[in-house]
C-alpha cells in the first residue's frame, strides 16, 4: 500500500497523457530491455553490470583502486559504464580492456552495495568476454601464458617436502611456493609437533583463482581437474590451506565449477584452532605486541573472523590490537585480485596506505594470508602460523 501511495502521482500524470504518449511509454516498458541489452550472447551478467553502472555508488568511498588513483573511472560504477560501452560494442581500445582490470577483488564494494554485488565477480564474465573476441591486453595474455608454462604464479623457490599420501594434505599455494617458504616450514613445524601424518603435492599447480578472475576459464578448468585428481591421489581427509583465495577456490569455486573435492578444506586459521581445542598443544609465555591485519578473502568471502583472533589470543603473553579497520570492514593490502601482477603500482600505493593504519597500532603486523605478509614486507610482519610456532620453540629446544 506504501509502494502505490509513492507511487500514485505516477499513474495520474499517465493518465492524462494521449493515447499515443501511453502506448509508446506501454512498449518501453514491455520491451525497452531488450533495446539496452547486448544482442550477442554474453559471459558477463548484463542486469547486474546496468544496475551497478547505475547504482549512486556509496562502495565508490570504500573502493582502494580509486582511492589510489584518483580516476572516476576507477571507481565500480565507473568500470561497469565503461564494461557496458565494450560489451555493447560501442567503445574499443586498449585503455578501455585494461580499465577491467584494475580491481582489487577485495570486495569492499558489497559492505555498501543494496544488491549485494561483488564488483570483481561481475568483472570475471566481462573479462571472459574480452578474452572470447580476443581483445585481451597483451600484459594480461603474458600471466596466461606464464601460468600454462610453469603452473605457478612465479618460479618455485622452496623444496617440498612431505609424503605423497596422508591424512592431511598441505595445499601451499604460489606466493608460499615462490616468496614466502618460511610459512610452508612453519605449518611443517607444526603438523610434525602434533605428529600429523601429512602430505604435500610434490607437483603442486596454483589454484586457478588468476585465471578464472582474469577471464581464461577453459584454462582454469585444466588447472582445477589437474588438483583435483592430485588431492585425490594423496587419499586426504582434510585439505590445509595458508592462503585464503586458496581455500575459498578449493572450498566454494570448483564446486560451483563442478569439480568436486571430497575431503573437507580448511584455512589454516581454522586448523590451529582445532588443534587448541583439541588440546593438542602446548605454548609457552611468548611476550608479543601485534596488529592483526584481516584479510579481504578470508573474512569476507569465507567469512572467517574470530578464529585467527582466538588462536592469537590464546598465545600466553600475546597482546593482539585491533586496527580502525577490521572484520568485514577491513582495508585491502593492495595485491588481492591479482593487481600486484597487473598493476603493480596500484597495489603498491593501497599496501603503503594500508600499512600506515596498521602501524598507529603496533610495528609487529600479523595476518592469515601469505599474499598480504609478501604486501607488508618491510614491515615487521608475521603469519599467523608463524606466531604459533614461536610460541613453541622453548618447548622444543
Same mark, same amino acid.
Given at each position: 500500500?506504501?509502494?502505490?501511495?509513492?507511487?500514485?502521482?505516477?499513474?495520474?500524470?499517465?493518465?492524462?497523457?494521449?493515447?499515443?504518449?501511453?502506448?509508446?511509454?506501454?512498449?518501453?516498458?514491455?520491451?525497452?530491455?531488450?533495446?539496452? /541489452?547486448?544482442?550477442?550472447?554474453?559471459?558477463?551478467?548484463?542486469? &547486474? %553490470?546496468? @544496475?551497478?553502472?547505475?547504482?549512486?555508488?556509496?562502495?565508490?568511498?570504500?573502493?582502494?583502486?580509486?582511492?589510489?588513483?584518483?580516476?572516476?573511472?576507477?571507481?565500480?560504477?565507473?568500470? *561497469?559504464?565503461?564494461?557496458? #560501452? =565494450?560489451?555493447?560494442?560501442?567503445?574499443?581500445?586498449? !585503455?578501455?580492456?585494461?580499465?577491467?582490470?584494475?580491481?582489487?577483488?577485495?570486495?569492499?564494494?558489497?559492505?555498501?552495495?543494496?544488491?549485494?554485488? $561483488?564488483?570483481?565477480?561481475?568483472?570475471?564474465?566481462?573479462?571472459?568476454?574480452?578474452?572470447?573476441?580476443?581483445?585481451?591486453?597483451?600484459?594480461?595474455?603474458? =600471466? @596466461?601464458?606464464? #601460468?600454462?608454462?610453469?603452473?605457478?604464479?612465479?618460479?618455485?623457490? +622452496?623444496?617440498?617436502?612431505?609424503?605423497?599420501?596422508? !591424512?592431511? /594434505?598441505?595445499?601451499?599455494?604460489?606466493? +608460499?611456493?615462490?616468496?614466502?617458504?618460511?610459512?610452508?616450514?612453519?605449518?611443517?613445524?607444526?603438523?610434525?609437533?602434533?605428529?600429523?601424518?601429512?602430505?604435500?603435492?610434490?607437483?603442486?599447480?596454483?589454484?586457478?583463482?588468476?585465471?578464472?578472475?582474469?577471464?581464461?576459464?577453459?584454462?582454469?578448468?585444466?588447472?582445477?581437474?589437474?588438483?583435483?585428481?592430485?588431492?585425490?591421489? &594423496?587419499?586426504?581427509?582434510?585439505?590445509?590451506? &595458508?592462503?585464503?583465495?586458496?581455500?575459498? *577456490?578449493?572450498?566454494?569455486?570448483?564446486?560451483? *565449477? !563442478?569439480?568436486?573435492?571430497?575431503?573437507?578444506?580448511?584455512?589454516?586459521?581454522?586448523?590451529?584452532?582445532?588443534?587448541?581445542?583439541?588440546?593438542?598443544?602446548?605454548?609457552?609465555?611468548?611476550?608479543?605486541?601485534?596488529?592483526?591485519?584481516?584479510?579481504?578473502?578470508?573474512?569476507?568471502? /569465507?567469512?572467517?573472523?574470530?578464529?585467527?583472533?582466538?588462536? #592469537?589470543?590464546?598465545?600466553?603473553? *600475546?597482546?593482539?590490537?585491533?586496527?580502525?579497520?577490521?572484520?568485514?570492514?577491513?582495508?585491502?593490502?593492495?595485491?588481492?585480485?591479482?593487481?600486484? &601482477?597487473?598493476?603493480?603500482?596500484?597495489?603498491?600505493?593501497?599496501?603503503?596506505?594500508?600499512?600506515?593504519?596498521?602501524?598507529?597500532?603496533?610495528?609487529?603486523? %600479523?595476518?592469515?594470508?601469505?599474499?598480504?605478509?609478501?604486501?607488508?614486507?618491510?614491515?615487521?610482519?608475521?603469519?599467523?602460523?608463524?606466531?604459533?610456532?614461536? $610460541?613453541?620453540?622453548?618447548?622444543?629446544?
Amino acid at each position: 500500500m506504501k509502494k502505490i501511495k509513492k507511487y500514485a502521482w505516477v499513474m495520474d500524470a499517465f493518465s492524462q497523457t494521449p493515447f499515443s504518449t501511453k502506448a509508446r511509454a506501454m512498449k518501453h516498458f514491455l520491451t525497452g530491455k531488450k533495446s539496452y /541489452l547486448p544482442k550477442k550472447k554474453t559471459h558477463a551478467d548484463m542486469e &547486474s %553490470v546496468i @544496475k551497478c553502472a547505475l547504482c549512486p555508488n556509496m562502495c565508490r568511498f570504500d573502493c582502494p583502486v580509486l582511492e589510489a588513483e584518483k580516476n572516476e573511472a576507477t571507481s565500480p560504477s565507473g568500470k *561497469m559504464r565503461i564494461a557496458y #560501452l =565494450i560489451e555493447t560494442d560501442r567503445l574499443d581500445g586498449t !585503455d578501455a580492456f585494461e580499465l577491467m582490470y584494475k580491481c582489487a577483488g577485495c570486495d569492499a564494494c558489497i559492505q555498501w552495495c543494496p544488491f549485494d554485488f $561483488s564488483v570483481s565477480d561481475i568483472l570475471k564474465g566481462v573479462r571472459a568476454d574480452i578474452v572470447a573476441d580476443n581483445r585481451t591486453p597483451e600484459d594480461i595474455v603474458k =600471466i @596466461k601464458e606464464h #601460468l600454462e608454462k610453469n603452473h605457478t604464479m612465479d618460479k618455485i623457490n +622452496i623444496d617440498v617436502k612431505g609424503s605423497e599420501k596422508g !591424512d592431511i /594434505l598441505y595445499f601451499m599455494g604460489c606466493t +608460499i611456493l615462490s616468496e614466502k617458504g618460511e610459512i610452508a616450514e612453519a605449518m611443517i613445524d607444526i603438523f610434525n609437533t602434533v605428529g600429523e601424518k601429512y602430505a604435500t603435492i610434490r607437483d603442486e599447480w596454483c589454484c586457478g583463482a588468476p585465471l578464472i578472475n582474469l577471464g581464461f576459464t577453459e584454462v582454469f578448468k585444466h588447472f582445477a581437474e589437474h588438483n583435483v585428481e592430485k588431492i585425490k591421489e &594423496s587419499g586426504c581427509k582434510t585439505v590445509v590451506c &595458508s592462503c585464503p583465495t586458496c581455500a575459498y *577456490m578449493l572450498r566454494q569455486v570448483y564446486s560451483q *565449477m !563442478d569439480f568436486e573435492i571430497k575431503a573437507q578444506v580448511l584455512h589454516s586459521s581454522e586448523y590451529l584452532l582445532s588443534l587448541m581445542k583439541d588440546k593438542k598443544i602446548r605454548f609457552d609465555h611468548l611476550e608479543k605486541e601485534c596488529v592483526y591485519h584481516d584479510p579481504c578473502t578470508l573474512v569476507r568471502k /569465507l567469512g572467517i573472523e574470530e578464529e585467527p583472533r582466538k588462536v #592469537l589470543e590464546n598465545i600466553p603473553g *600475546m597482546i593482539v590490537k585491533e586496527p580502525y579497520f577490521n572484520r568485514k570492514d577491513t582495508k585491502c593490502c593492495g595485491r588481492g585480485g591479482s593487481l600486484g &601482477s597487473t598493476n603493480p603500482d596500484i597495489a603498491e600505493k593501497i599496501a603503503q596506505k594500508r600499512v600506515a593504519e596498521l602501524r598507529k597500532e603496533a610495528e609487529c603486523i %600479523v595476518t592469515a594470508c601469505p599474499t598480504c605478509a609478501l604486501a607488508f614486507e618491510g614491515c615487521e610482519v608475521y603469519d599467523i602460523s608463524e606466531i604459533f610456532i614461536k $610460541s613453541l620453540e622453548k618447548k622444543n629446544e
